[in-house]
């Protein structure tokens, strides 16, 4: 059974970095896509970005692409988030997600994800 535990999260001011991690146990990590949502209050959950099993740049949601950036360590199985100035919109409960037969069109369809963390808070103080 794959399992993801996300770390990291806290309360930031705006223009602040957050880096939040996700491990990943049960399976190599290079076996899986893995990828980043997030949900902020009384909005629907967001595609942050998805670092893909066969390697290769990853993909970023348009509000997030110039300011965070996925990478991953496969001997720490573990999975980052880099966020950058950050913003009092960013402000969310941020999961990782990952699948071992995500297709590139599907990296955004948070129901192509079979195994999810619990999520970590992430508040942005203006």
């Known amino acids: 059974q794959v399992t993801l535990v996300e770390s990291g999260g806290g309360l930031v001011q705006v223009g602040d970095s957050l880096r939040l991690s996700c491990e990943v146990s049960?399976?190599?990590?290079?076996?899986?896509?893995v990828g980043w949502f997030r949900q902020g209050p009384g909005k629907e959950r967001e595609f942050v970005g998805c670092?893909?099993?066969?390697?290769?740049?990853?993909y970023y949601g348009d509000s997030v692409k110039d300011r965070f950036t996925m990478s991953r360590d496969n001997a720490q199985k573990t999975v980052y988030l880099q966020m950058n100035n950050l913003q009092s919109e960013d402000t969310a409960v941020y999961y990782c997600?990952?699948?071992?037969?995500?297709?590139?069109?599907?990296?955004?369809?948070?129901?192509?994800?079979?195994?999810w963390g619990q999520g970590t808070q992430v508040t942005v103080s203006s």
């Open positions: 997600a990952a699948s071992a037969t995500l297709i590139l069109s599907s990296i955004r369809n948070s129901n192509m994800y079979a195994y």
């Open positions: 049960g399976s190599a990590l290079n076996r899986l896509s």
């Open positions: 670092i893909r099993s066969s390697g290769g740049r990853p």
